[in-house]
């Protein structure tokens, strides 16, 4: 059973950074894709951005040039640098895991993920 807890949560003024942590609890990152997600209130979940198994890295256009994901596989943990923040990536942020080798297309969309932490809140003012 694979457990994920995200932090590094926060509120933070338009311009700044915050850098999201996620604990996956697992044998082996690089047996899953790991993304980021985000929902606002009264919107649909959406990708931010993904690291596949084998290291492919997407990020969507809304995020980028700010926001970067990256991952330690010593410490089988998933990070999302924030810069550059703005009122509108205000949301609860997600991490989730799926299966491995995800097709780049595929890696930001939630339908493909099976695994999911609780989430942590991003207010930007």
């Known amino acids: 059973h694979v457990q994920l807890v995200e932090s590094g949560g926060g509120s933070v003024q338009a311009g700044g950074s915050l850098r999201l942590s996620c604990a996956v609890s697992?044998?082996?990152?690089?047996?899953?894709?790991l993304g980021w997600f985000r929902q606002a209130p009264g919107k649909e979940r959406e990708g931010v951005a993904a690291?596949?198994?084998?290291?492919?890295?997407t990020h969507e256009d809304s995020v980028k040039g700010r926001f970067t994901i990256s991952k330690d596989n010593a410490n089988n943990t998933l990070y999302l640098q924030m810069n550059s923040l703005k009122p509108d990536d205000t949301a609860t942020y997600y991490c989730?895991?799926?299966?491995?080798?995800?097709?780049?297309?595929?890696?930001?969309?939630?339908?493909?993920?099976?695994?999911w932490g609780r989430g942590t809140q991003v207010t930007v003012s």
């Open positions: 989730a895991a799926g299966p491995s080798r995800l097709p780049v297309p595929s890696m930001t969309s939630p339908r493909w993920y099976n695994y």
């Open positions: 690291i596949s198994g084998p290291g492919l890295i």
């Open positions: 697992v044998s082996s990152a690089n047996d899953y894709c």
